[in-house]
């Protein structure tokens, strides 16, 4: 059974910092990539920032610059450090993890359960 346990959601003033990190846990798998993505009220679930095993990243344009991704293989951990945040950065953000059976060796995707990110101008 695969989980993923996010925190550091809150509320942060126009222009502040938050942390996101995202902890896989279970067994019998290897983390192939894990990402962030975000929903606002009323918009699609959108790409955040992705990291693969190997250190490769992708940022949505919004972000760049702003977001960093980072991950701990060891820990099968993945963090999104936010900086300068607007209010349009407001959203639920949910942590990503595609991850490989060993025994199978088949892809499969998870997600957390969301986390708030609350931006007031």
């Known amino acids: 059974q695969v989980q993923l346990v996010e925190s550091g959601g809150g509320l942060v003033q126009a222009g502040g910092s938050l942390r996101l990190s995202c902890a896989v846990s279970?067994?019998?798998?290897?983390?192939?990539?894990m990402g962030w993505y975000r929903q606002a009220p009323g918009k699609q679930r959108e790409l955040v920032a992705a990291?693969?095993?190997?250190?490769?990243?992708n940022y949505a344009d919004s972000v760049k610059g702003r977001f960093t991704i980072s991950s701990d293989n060891a820990k099968n951990t993945v963090y999104l450090q936010m900086n300068s945040l607007k209010p349009e950065d407001t959203a639920v953000y949910y942590c990503?993890?595609?991850?490989?059976?060993?025994?199978?060796?088949?892809?499969?995707?998870?997600w957390g359960q969301g986390t708030q990110v609350t931006v007031s101008s």
């Open positions: 990291i693969t095993s190997g250190g490769s990243t």
């Open positions: 990503n993890a595609q991850v490989i059976t060993t025994c199978a060796q088949t892809l499969f995707d998870y």
């Open positions: 279970g067994s019998g798998f290897s983390v192939d990539a």
